[in-house]
């Protein structure tokens, strides 16, 4: 079956640190990938969108790889900061489908 | 302000009773879409509209109804409400289509006693 999986657990890191969030997925072949910002209470936020040709793409403090051979990408904060506490959601968007959204990760950067 | 509005943000609602929860963008997108959002299952698409007139099923999309007369509105209709369907919904539009950058509402917190 098609799935897109990201962690469920909470990310816990110490502020200045690298977050680093994944996104796997199986039996998609995707165009190409976007991360969202989810903020408690409301709607998600578009952050950076990566295609099948692209490996990694950069944005401030954020970067993103996609490996279509892994089946992975990887969604990193820099330097992370309080303010970048939320949650991630990485969404899929297959050749022949509609944008297809993971679960999501909660990210805390405590002080 | 470009944004996607949607109301009412809280609704309580008893099984039965029909409601309609509005959607409204002011970007002038051809692209409007429904999602419920539940724990553990992640955003799922209701339904959606590529232009006015032109509405098609999502994935979960028993139990609703959706119109769009007009471009910039999309609302979502619960004919008759029932537990589970409470949810969190979210509208969203893009500019062309599903493989566009998706603007999102802030959300409707749905309850249905």
């Known amino acids: 079956s098609q799935k897109i999986e990201q962690n469920s657990e909470a990310l ?12 796997n997925y199986t039996n998609y072949s995707p165009a190409y990938l976007q991360w969202y910002r ?8 578009f952050l950076l969108l990566i295609r099948e040709n692209e490996k990694e793409k950069r944005k401030e403090r954020l970067k993103v790889t996609f490996d279509t051979t892994l089946k992975q990408s990887l969604f990193h904060i820099t330097a992370s900061q309080p303010a970048d506490s939320a949650t991630y ?23 | 302000e470009a944004q996607v509005t949607q109301n009412p943000r809280y609704l309580i609602t008893v099984t039965g009773k029909k409601l309609t929860v509005t959607c409204s963008q002011n970007m002038n997108h051809e692209y409007m879409s429904w999602y419920r959002q539940d724990p553990g299952l992640g955003l799922r698409q209701i339904y959606y509209s590529m232009n006015v007139e032109v ?21 979502l209709i619960l004919e008759s409400p029932s537990p589970n369907q409470t949810s969190l919904y979210f509208c969203a539009s893009s500019a062309s289509g599903r493989m566009d950058t998706q603007y999102f509402g802030p959300g409707t917190r749905l309850t249905v006693l």
């Open chain 1, 89 to 111: 959601l990485c969404a899929l968007l297959p050749h022949t489908d509609k944008l297809i959204f993971g679960t999501g990760t909660r990210l805390q950067v405590f002080p």
């Open chain 1, 38 to 45: 989810q903020d408690p209470g409301r709607g998600p936020v």
């Open chain 2, 55 to 75: 509405t098609d099923k999502g994935d979960v999309p028993e139990g609703y109804k959706v119109s769009r007369k007009e471009k910039r509105n999309f609302p």
């Open chain 1, 12 to 23: 816990n890191i110490q502020e200045g640190k690298t977050a680093t969030l994944t996104c």
